[in-house]
């Protein structure tokens, strides 16, 4: 098994691809140990000392590390556990603990224009974050504000308020003039 490894715009994350399928469907983000709980594989990648966040896309693992930390001191340690979890055979998220693709529900007068943002953030927004390792999900639109939660490689990265500023809240307020401004939340 050969594992490529990718830097993302965050430089405390990296991008590992094994070359597998991760996950079958939607994304899971572990950012502490304590959540790891379901997922066998961020058990064994947070048993690496200086770990401090693991998340699972379709075809990644992103692994977050701590401040104090170097890279060379743990990436050969990550490549290991990941490694040795393919070839244990256990399952990467225990049955039923897969996330969805993080859309909350939306109702009521502001339906539609919720509709047209979900659809406009899967079409064009996910798959960019995604290619650098992370995930974007919604979390609501209020009085014109969209509320989007950013996790992986985009969950502190230098770049994301510029991402969402200048990229996706441009993007959305060209298609949808109902949107005035997009804002981060912390979940």
Sequence with gaps: ?????????????????????????GTADFPSADS???????????A?????????GNDFVTVT???????????????????EH????QPIVSAGEEQAS?????????????????????SRVRPAVAQ??????????????VYLHMQGACAGCPSSTLTLKMGIENLLRHYIPE????RPVAV
Excluded: C
């Design 48 to 56: 690496v000392s200086g770990v401090a966040g693991v998340f699972f």
């Design 132 to 145: 650098d390792g992370g995930d974007i999900t919604f979390h609501g639109f209020d009085r014109g504000v």
């Design 86 to 89: 393919y070839q244990s055979g």
């Design 65 to 83: 590390k701590s401040e104090t930390t170097e890279w060379d001191h743990i990436k050969p340690a990550i490549l290991g556990a990941i490694m």
């Design 179 to 182: 949107v005035t401004e997009v």
């Design 102 to 122: 993080g859309h909350a529900e939306h109702s009521g007068e502001n339906s539609e224009i919720v509709d047209q943002i979900k659809d406009l953030l899967d």
């Design 1 to 25: 098994m050969f594992i490529q490894t990718e830097s993302t715009p965050n430089p405390a994350t990296l991008k590992f691809l094994p070359g597998q399928t991760v996950l079958d469907a």
């Design 36 to 46: 790891a709980g379901s997922s066998p594989l961020a058990s064994r990648i947070f």
